[in-house]
């Protein structure tokens, strides 16, 4: 049996709580589904926002912001072009009149032991990840070199105009939900993107 590719890279695995050990057990066998609300989702001067507004064509980027926003999130296994296996990360965000989308696909780099992860539909940026485990059971997710997807070449982004995220997943036990905390900030322009909210597996009740 093929494990999954966060099993492979997760930085002390057996730290993790079980519950997010299994929600990370993704692979041709295993997809996760859950519903929640983002109790924030902030971030971003008025530039930034214009800026990101052209996201919306990518499924990846969007400048609403609001409190209470109804969130769904599906993991499945997918194929790539370059008929590698990948994981699909399909976010959508449900503000008053409309929807917005944050979609990725998570690739494990066979010859650098980690993931990538593609932003967009279609992809137009392509980052590295770690992930680390704590003591308290959370998940801890970080960024590190991006760069952008034009007409099949891979340009590198300087730290400077770089977007560098962080991530927290818990399980709150008391509540029985995941908790999902995301920091997205440039060295220049300061936060680009913040959101942070609860999910539970789309067979239990919203949190």
């Given amino acids: 049996m093929v494990s999954s590719m966060y099993k492979k890279t997760i930085i002390n695995y057996h730290l993790l709580h079980p519950k997010l050990q299994k929600r990370y057990q ?7 589904s859950g519903r929640g609300t983002m109790s924030e989702i902030s971030g971003g001067s008025f530039f930034v926002r214009m800026l990101l507004k052209s996201g919306v064509f990518f499924r990846c980027f969007f400048s609403e912001r609001g409190k209470d926003i109804p969130f769904t999130i599906k ?15 399909n976010r959508t965000f449900v503000f008053k009149d409309k929807k ?11 010859n650098e032991k980690r993931i990538l992860d593609f932003f967009g539909q279609p992809h137009i940026m392509l980052s590295v990840l770690t992930f680390e485990a704590l003591s308290d059971g959370s998940l801890y997710i970080t960024s590190g070199k991006q760069w952008l997807l034009i007409c099949g070449k891979r340009i590198p ?24 905390q995301v920091h997205v900030e440039n060295a220049i322009l300061g936060t680009l993107f913040y959101y942070k909210g609860t999910f539970q597996e789309t067979e239990g009740e919203v949190c």
């Avoid at 993991?75 to 990360?89: A, D, S, V």
Wanted: aromatic content about 14%; proline content about 2%; some cysteine.
């Fill in 26 to 32: 993704l692979d041709r066998s295993h997809t996760f």
């Fill in 75 to 89: 993991n499945r296994t997918c194929l790539t072009k370059q008929e590698h296996t990948g994981i699909e990360w």
């Fill in 100 to 110: 917005r989308f944050f979609d990725a696909v998570m690739v494990y780099d066979e």
């Fill in 157 to 180: 982004l300087p730290k400077w105009l770089s977007g560098n995220s962080t991530v927290c997943e818990t399980f709150d036990e008391s509540n029985n939900c995941f908790t999902i």
